[in-house]
C-alpha cells in the first residue's frame, strides 16, 4: 500500500493554471498505475488522466485532452496534473489514485481500477 498526498488546488479565474502534485509515500513498483479522478458536487467520480509508472504511457479524458498534462518524477514519487486553460466545468475536487500490488486490473480510466486514494485537492474556476 502507499499513501497518497495531492497538494496545488485552489481558486483561479477562467483560462488560468493550476498545478496538482500527488507525492507517494511507501515503495513504489515500476508496473503501478496513476492516475486524477474528479468530483463536482452532486456528480459521480470521473476520470482524467492516469500514467503508467514504468513507461509513463498516458491516456486522457476527452474533456481535458490538449488542456491537461498528466507526468511523474521517479526522484519526487510524485505525479503531477498540469491544468492550463481551465474552465469553470473543472470546478471540482481531484482526487490522486494509484493501483498497487495485485489489485485487479480494470483499465486504468476506471476507479476500479485503483485501490489507493488521495484525500483530495478542490479547484475552483471562476468565470
Known amino acids: 500500500q502507499v499513501q497518497l498526498v495531492e497538494s496545488g488546488g485552489g481558486l483561479v479565474q477562467a483560462g488560468g493554471s493550476l498545478r496538482l502534485s500527488c507525492t507517494a509515500s511507501?515503495?513504489?513498483?515500476?508496473?503501478?498505475?496513476m492516475g486524477w479522478f474528479r468530483q463536482a458536487p452532486g456528480k459521480e467520480r470521473e476520470f482524467v488522466a492516469a500514467i503508467k509508472w514504468s513507461i509513463a504511457t498516458t491516456i486522457y479524458a476527452d474533456s481535458v485532452e490538449g488542456r491537461f498534462t498528466i507526468s511523474l518524477s521517479n526522484a519526487k514519487n510524485a505525479v503531477y496534473l498540469q491544468m492550463n486553460d481551465l474552465k469553470p466545468e473543472d470546478t471540482a475536487t481531484y482526487y490522486c489514485?494509484?493501483?498497487?500490488?495485485?489489485?485487479?486490473?480494470?483499465?486504468?480510466?476506471?476507479?476500479?481500477?485503483?485501490?489507493?486514494w488521495g484525500q483530495g485537492t478542490q479547484v475552483t474556476v471562476s468565470s
Open positions: 511507501g515503495r513504489i513498483l515500476s508496473n503501478y498505475d
Open positions: 489514485a494509484a493501483r498497487t500490488g495485485s489489485h485487479p486490473y480494470h483499465g486504468r480510466s476506471s476507479a476500479l481500477n485503483y485501490n489507493n
